[in-house]
């Protein structure tokens, strides 16, 4: 069965600090990716999608993840969090026509 | 453009009690997904319909829950009766079709209480 691994449970920075939330996914076929961010209070929202091309997506916020195929992984990636950026993150993949695999989340702090 | 929307936000009841959670998604969109998110875990897919037809309700428990998508559009998703492990979070996502791959866009959700 499908799964997608999320491997810190909570991320506590400092503003200005770079970001890396680790996803690892478990399926041998062709996958689309997905980051989505809950911010306090707010829906679920696409921060970026990776189908095919580029292995490196850019999202929205400076936001930016890269699929490595071989190590079955789609990490996210920020060079430098602000203090708005403090939210949920979801992992998902999309291997079998439509349904979501979500991750368990990462609830990313960020201290001012 | 409008978002998808769910109504209501917030819904308390004791357990035996039925319940009702409605959702209408983005305007064209054939592919509507119903997920539950219980406090601490990512959105689970219940069931996911393409136009009025439920193509996906493998995890959908059939005994208590039951949806309906009249006329390919608005869908309403039931428990009865509910139970306390049903508290948790019901979004509902809508895509333009499924084949495609498209990104699914999710509404402010539902938090049921069952006490």
């Known amino acids: 069965a499908q799964s997608v691994s999320q491997h810190n449970h909570h991320v506590i920075l400092s503003e200005a600090a770079s970001l890396e939330l680790g996803c690892n996914y478990s399926?041998?076929?062709?996958?689309?990716l997905f980051w989505y961010v809950q911010y306090p209070g707010q829906h679920l929202q696409l921060l970026l999608k990776?189908?095919?091309?580029?292995?490196l997506v850019k999202g929205i916020k400076g936001f930016e993840a890269e699929f490595i195929k071989s190590k079955f992984s789609f990490n996210l990636r920020k060079p430098s969090v602000q203090w708005s950026d403090t939210a949920e993150y979801f992992c998902?993949?999309?291997?079998?026509?439509?349904?979501?695999?979500f991750g368990q989340g990462t609830e990313l702090s960020v201290k001012p | 453009e409008a978002g998808v929307v769910q109504s209501p936000r917030y819904k308390i009841i004791e357990k035996k009690q039925p319940v009702a959670f409605w959702c209408n998604p983005i305007?064209?969109?054939?592919?509507l997904y119903w997920y539950r998110q219980n406090l601490g875990q990512g959105p689970e897919l219940l069931i996911r319909?393409?136009?009025?037809?439920?193509?996906?309700d493998s995890q959908l428990p059939k005994d208590r829950f039951s949806a309906e998508r009249l006329k390919g559009v608005d869908s309403t998703l039931k428990i009865q009766p509910a139970e306390l492990g049903d508290s948790a979070v019901y979004l509902c996502?809508?895509?333009?079709?499924?084949?495609?791959?498209?990104?699914?866009?999710f509404g402010p959700g539902t938090r049921l209480l069952v006490l």
């Open positions: 399926y041998g076929g062709t996958v689309n």
């Open positions: 305007s064209g969109h054939n592919t």
């Open positions: 996502a809508s895509s333009l079709d499924r084949y495609r791959q498209e990104t699914q866009y």
């Open positions: 998902a993949v999309n291997a079998q026509g439509g349904k979501l695999i």
């Open positions: 990776y189908f095919s091309g580029d292995p």
């Open positions: 319909y393409e136009n009025e037809e439920a193509v996906d």
